[in-house]
């Protein structure tokens, strides 16, 4: 700031301060300067410190080392472990004040100069030619300390002697047979007399040798792992009720060597939902889960064979999960499965996220779920067509469509959206209580409205990954004199049910076109579009007859449906014929006998 002063005639310019933006902006230099030294300066501490830790990281491992190389050959071991010795597996020591964690791993090692145990060419009675010390060094307590391993060979001041010992490869691999290094492998004796607890991993090629350990029959429990990974282990006969294990423990034989392969890989993720056909969610409902991987024979043991219920929602959501095929039955009282997506057993690969969706329906009758495949690929089959007969039943469903029927509107008007099977929303003209299940003109002293319209509540298809297939209606021959047009239709879609205009279309997806007994198929305008609804148009030339409707049904498939199934219901007990038909695929004719409430059938198709 300056301020002009007189002095003598002449004008002086006199500082006496700052001006604000001045003060900030040295202030900020200032700090982005003295920020800068800081940060400068902690980091060259941190280095400095690190590098110190590290330096006695190093010093400590050396000096391990330097203590197994001046111990007595014999003495160079694990207690407990094998090659045994007097050194502990695990140890914490303290330098400068900071604790490091020590792990030994020693192992003998059979060098193939002289011949290897169990080769077939030089067999050595004697495999345990020297020895490998390995010092791991880690720092819990210590910030950006990467732990490391320092090794060294050991050996004996003369010829190596034969022990009467044998060798325990272990192998672990993942679900395709490949090696999996750096797994952890754990081994027991399950001995009264001898201690032993051994924890190694695996080398590149998958392996862990146990080169000179003792002979022992069925007494090696062995247990591999990896963080992020499924896990395995050997079980004793008897053991966890397991009369005959499929992997029993280990037997190790003088002057021999035994491998034994466990494998594992990456964990999976399952996500369940139980819900409708519609996709709303069925809450609440108890799940039988059952891989197929057995863990005894004689009886079978599964490895997974468990329960759980989905939440309020319907969901459920499996964690961690072991590559296998999975069941899933659901034990909801007073419902049937009505399919499943994919079909009723799922395949996990390791590493997968996988989504599995249960249909369920009420309990009505007898039911029969029929699942329809390709008899080479083994996938399920679309559009096939299903028809179930027998027993003054017949009905024919096709594959991967719903349908949405409506036979009786005694109800009444009012409803907007679908919930009453027998009401709807408006209508003008018409009679929908006399009879019961049927609409028609309505009749003033024996003579008819000429015309009548009719429009239905709302139906959700529960996805808006909807396609609609074709719609149709009983009687198709009406009463002669009613005329041309005596049964029109037009159809309206939207993804949002409380929309307020409904734009209905014919079979051009106009206005203007209207659906006809011989015009049926959907426009496809109307797809992908949860919310569908109907308008019914009778019409009559002469006053003494009426055009009368008992059912209407439209066609629809949508994520909601299952894949290559049909579910039929209301059965009774008895013997019924079903014929299946696919274009390009040789029809198929079975008998089945229906004698429970719930029963599954699944056919192959070939093709022509």
Not at 480 to 505: C, E, H, K, M, R
Request: net charge negative; with cysteine; hydrophobic share 35%.
């Amino acid at each position: 700031m300056k301020k002009n002063r007189k002095s003598n005639g002449r004008n002086l310019d006199v500082d006496f301060g700052y001006t604000l933006i001045e003060v900030l902006v040295a202030i900020t230099v200032f700090l982005i300067i003295s920020v800068a030294v800081y940060d400068g300066y902690v980091s060259l501490l941190r280095l400095v410190t690190n590098t110190k830790i590290k330096t006695m990281a190093i010093a400590l491992a050396n000096e391990q080392l330097e203590i197994a190389r001046n111990l007595p050959y014999d003495s160079v071991g694990l207690v407990d472990g094998m090659p045994v010795g007097i050194l502990p597996r695990f140890a914490t020591s303290t330098r400068g004040g900071i604790d490091f964690s020590v792990r030994l791993s020693i192992q003998d090692i059979d060098d193939p100069f002289d011949g290897q145990i169990g080769s077939s060419t030089k067999n050595d009675l004697a495999p345990n030619d020297y020895k490998r010390v390995a010092v791991e060094i880690s720092c819990v307590g210590c910030r950006d300390f990467q732990p490391f391993t320092a090794t060294s060979l050991v050996a004996p001041t003369n010829l190596e002697n034969n022990t009467g010992n044998g060798a325990l490869f272990v192998q672990v691999i993942d679900a395709n047979g490949q090696p999996v290094t750096e797994a952890d492998v754990r081994i027991t004796l399950a001995s009264t007399t001898r201690s032993l607890d051994i924890q190694e991993k695996t080398d590149n090629q998958g392996m862990f040798k146990l080169v000179n350990t003792y002979p022992a029959i069925l007494e090696y429990k062995i247990v591999v792992s990896k963080s992020g990974y499924s896990s395995e282990r050997t079980y004793a006969p008897g053991e966890n009720g397991l009369a005959n294990p499929v992997l029993l423990h280990a037997t190790v034989i003088a002057g021999t060597v035994t491998q034994t392969t466990l494998a594992i890989d990456r964990l999976a993720n399952i996500s369940l939902k139980t819900m409708d056909k519609y996709c709303g969610a069925i809450g609440n409902v108890p799940i039988v889960w059952q891989g197929s991987k057995l863990l005894a024979t004689n009886p079978n043991v599964l490895k997974i064979d468990d329960d759980f219920n989905t939440d309020s929602s319907g969901l459920k959501n499996l964690l961690g999960v072991e590559w296998d095929t999975y069941s899933f039955s659901p034990q909801l009282s007073g419902y049937v499965l009505a399919g499943s997506l994919p079909l009723q057993s799922l395949a996990v690969a390791p590493g997968s996220d996988n989504d599995i969706k249960m249909i369920l329906t009420p309990l009505s009758g007898q039911g029969l779920l029929v699942s329809v495949k390709d008899g080479v690929s083994n996938l399920p089959l679309a559009d096939a067509n299903v028809r179930l007969s027998g027993n003054g039943f017949d009905d024919t469903l096709v594959t991967n469509r719903g349908f949405w029927k409506q036979s009786d509107w005694s109800g009444g008007s009012g409803q907007d959206l679908w919930s009453n099977v027998s009401q709807y929303s408006a209508s003008s003209g018409l009679a929908d209580t006399n009879p019961a299940g049927e609409i028609k003109l309505a009749e003033t002293l024996g003579v008819y409205n000429q015309t009548g319209w009719l429009e239905s509540s709302i139906f959700n298809t529960g996805s808006a990954s909807t396609t609609y297939y074709q719609i149709g209606w009983l009687p198709l021959n009406q009463p002669a004199g009613t005329g041309y047009g005596d049964i029109l239709v037009q159809l309206a879609v939207s993804n949002d049910p409380a929309t307020t205009t409904w734009d209905y279309f014919g079979p051009d997806g106009t206005s203007d076109s209207f659906y006809t007994a011989t015009t049926t198929t959907v426009h496809a305008n109307a797809n992908n579009q949860q919310y569908i609804r109907y308008r019914l148009f009778l019409h009559t030339d002469d006053l003494s007859v009426t055009p009368s409707l008992s059912d209407f049904y439209i066609t629809y498939g949508s994520e909601c449906l299952p894949f290559g199934q049909v579910y039929f219901d209301g059965l009774a007990t008895g013997n019924y014929t079903l014929d299946i038909s696919k274009a390009g695929y040789q029809l198929l004719t079975n008998t089945i006998t229906i004698d429970q409430s719930w029963q599954a059938k699944e056919i192959k198709l070939l093709n022509e």
